[in-house]
């Protein structure tokens, strides 16, 4: 209701002779972007002023809340009637209406449409047609569950700068070429895809990566990257093959993480740190990044190569300020104590020296992760000199909480706590 306060106050001023009638173009407007697109459509009712008002908005959504049939004659009816630019469209799905995308992508790309928004919600995917690669005047586009056919002649989305997918299919162009032929792209997501092969992402001018599913490879060329959230999903572990050709060679955190000169803010999902861990892991890493103060991984405690990866990244962030760590154990021997923790004294004081907050997240019920969330607890808190609070989320022993207020801390601000989620760390 905050958003309709100065609406109604603009209203009240208005409250003489026929004040439906005598609003201003601008506020009517207003009226007509919190309504649906029916209830925009009844306006016209209202008096002889508002008949063809609603003609003329910039935004038309759609909601399917009904047939198909009956969804696709109201789409078909308001773009009949529709006069000036449609800078704005959204429409959520239930099911695709293949046949009637044709002619309304034509419509749109005729009509200067700069946000485009399709979301549908059914088993079957939403076929685009290859029109929708005429709408020059892009800025934003988000689509899930979409089939994407480009043309051969397509020449990029040059004004694009927001550009979202989920479970789509890109057919007569790749990922990566789709990327590098949007040249003021600020902001990349990609969710639930599969790319053969090795995904580039070339985009001198993103900001905020998010990618997560299946990849053979990855190459980031991304120099204004502030924000990166990177998961790597793979059910046959297909990357492996990929990356052996490589092993020996050069690490994969300086492969694919060291043209991120200007990262503030890491999330490293599921099988990305095992992809992290592939390859040679260095004593002391060839990459610094400066500006990252940010980091959220995933430690599975009993492989010493994802343990040596994480740490890694961790001594590559000399000014650290948030860490968040999620515990995994997938069966092996306990590691960390025993081989990983003693290798760190030669780095103690410098690991986590500008570290403020930790968040030690207990995602699995196993003995052992007790203990190692102990032993890395521990750590922190003997190394680190700012630490202001250490988190524990999700985990409600009593004997663990009383261990952990024994252990001595470096620095005096050091406070502990029980937290039952965590759920909006890292959230831009």
């Known amino acids: 209701m905050g958003g309709l306060e100065p609406l109604q106050s603009r209203v009240k001023h208005n409250l003489h002779g026929d004040y439906i009638s005598d609003l201003p173009d601008d506020l009517k407007q207003e009226i007509f972007l919190k309504l649906l697109i029916k209830d925009v459509v009844r ?24 047939t198909d049939s009956k969804l696709i004659k109201l789409v078909d009816n308001v773009l009949m009637v ?16 293949n046949e009637a995308m044709g002619r309304w992508m034509l419509i749109l790309s005729r009509n200067g449409v700069r946000s485009f928004d399709l979301r549908c919600s059914g088993d079957e995917k939403c076929k685009i047609p290859s029109r929708f690669f005429s709408c020059v005047a892009l800025e934003w586009v988000l689509m899930s569950c979409c089939i994407i056919n480009a043309p051969r ?50 985009a001198p001018n993103l900001i905020q990566l998010y990618l997560y599913g299946e990849f053979h490879d990855i190459c980031i060329e991304t120099p204004k990257l502030t924000f990166g959230s990177i ?27 060291g043209y991120l000169h200007n ?30 103060t940010e980091i959220d991984v995933p ?3 009993s492989v010493q190569d994802k343990i040596a990866a994480a740490f890694c990244l961790f001594k590559s962030a000399p000014n650290l300020k948030k860490l968040r760590i999620e515990f995994l154990y997938y069966g092996g021997e306990d590691q960390l104590p025993a081989q990983i923790l003693s290798k760190l004294k030669a780095t103690e004081g410098c690991l986590f020296k500008c570290l403020e907050i930790v968040n030690i997240v207990h995602v699995q019920n196993n003995v052992l992760l007790a ?44 406070e502990i706590a029980s937290v039952k989620n965590d759920k909006d760390w890292l959230i831009m």
């Open 82 to 97: 529709h006069c000036g630019p449609i800078l704005n469209f959204k429409l959520f799905l239930k099911h695709p209406c």
């Open 371 to 414: 203990k190692w969330m102990l032993e890395f607890a521990k750590l922190v808190l003997n190394t680190a000199p700012v630490l202001q609070k250490l988190n524990v989320i999700n985990f409600e022993d009593a004997t663990f909480f009383t261990k952990l207020e024994c252990f001595p801390k470096l620095s005096k601000k050091a």
């Open 153 to 202: 002649t397509f020449q990029g989305f040059k004004l694009l700068r927001t550009i979202g997918l989920e479970n789509c299919n890109l057919i007569g162009i790749s990922i990566g070429n789709l990327v590098s032929c949007c040249p003021l792209l600020e902001k990349l997501g990609l969710h639930k895809f599969i790319h053969q092969g090795c995904l580039h992402i070339l």
């Open 299 to 301: 430690l599975c405690c």
């Open 231 to 257: 998961g790597l999903y793979s059910r046959n572990r297909d990357y492996k093959k990929s990356i052996a050709k490589k092993e020996g060679k050069e690490s994969n955190i300086t492969r694919v993480l």
């Open 263 to 292: 990262i503030q803010k890491l999330h490293v999902i599921e099988d990305f740190i095992d992809y992290l861990a592939m390859g040679p892991i260095p004593e002391n890493p060839p990459t610094i990044f400066y500006e990252l």
């Open 43 to 66: 306006t016209s009712i209202l008096s002889s002023k508002w008949k063809d008002s609603w003609t003329s908005i910039p935004t038309l959504a759609f909601a399917q809340k009904s």
